[in-house]
């Protein structure tokens, strides 16, 4: 069986079976997923992919490469920089956005100027396991930052659509070979911020948790553990408690340097809403705005969260693996390794 064939196969196989099923809930079977690593996971963040903004070679939005593009934006003499300097300061986790970076074989069309083949990916991984990093995939399914899905983004919550998503899950999921965890985004999907966008749509209600429940569905029938960032909690904590599972690991960030309850009340809180509730969780820090935040996030999670709920911390530079951004990533591996440390 060749990969494409094998990837539908471990695709949904009813969609629209599917799309009358009832909400999952917390009370659910556990997911068939691998168990938790002993260690905590040290992490980063960095793009293959960065097609995270709909509105394609819109010159309005150029700054720091918040455009879609036709070419892929990655620089190989830095991965390989930085996937060494990763190993040195001891980081032992990488999550890999790969949007629009991968040539897929069900869906090459997704494909820019530049694309990685999938053989290219399998030997890249391979070497970071090799320096004793563990790969993460990610996929963002917000409809805020699915630039990189191509002509199906606007294909949103159809039969198509889940198909699509479907295959991509399942192949990632084979490229990966079976990852412990898979990213799949899932924030900012509001009004706001899409405010800008030339075409603008979100999900909201129980439509958003249909596909939500969808993306989880297709992660756990390949035996990976979801992972996703956690903001939709900041605007709708009852709905939010009620329906997330707790077999899907959530990222909570703040990205300011003031850890004041007051400051940050809903970004800074749901880090305590989430250990009351009992989710697993990878606390996110960054230096998008200053170069403190990512050991204040590690301090203030160490006194605020139980040990046994505290899987690792990411760091998410959000720029692009160019050369001009050399010394925000570097910063970035720096910071992850003092906190460490």
Known sequence: MDRRAFIKSMSVGSLGAFSNAPFCSQSSAEPRVKPATTSVSWGLLLHLGYNMWCDWDNPSRSRNHTNASASLRFDDLLWN??????????????????????????HPELAVEGSWSTGRLKRELARVRALGIEPIPKMNFSATHDAWLGKYSRCLSTERYYAVCSELIAEAIDLFDQPRLFHLGMDEETAKHQRDYEYAVIRQNDLWWKDFYFYVNQ??????????????????????????????????WYYDENFDLTEGKDAIGAYLELQRHGYDQIPTGSNWTNDVNFGRTVDFAREHIDTERLLGFLHAPWRPTL???????????????????
């Open 323 to 341: 050369e001009e951004y050399r010394g925000h990533h570097e910063a970035a591996i720096q910071q992850v390794a003092a906190a460490k440390t």
């Open 81 to 106: 920089d930085l996937l060494e300097q990763m190993a040195g300061g001891g980081l032992n986790l990488l999550v890999i956005d790969l949007g629009e970076g991968v040539r897929y074989d069900s």
């Open 219 to 252: 992660v756990e029938r390949g035996h990976a553990r979801p992972w996703i960032w956690s903001d939709y909690v900041w605007h709708h904590p009852k709905v939010f408690f009620e329906r997330m599972p707790r077999s899907v690991v959530q990222s909570n």
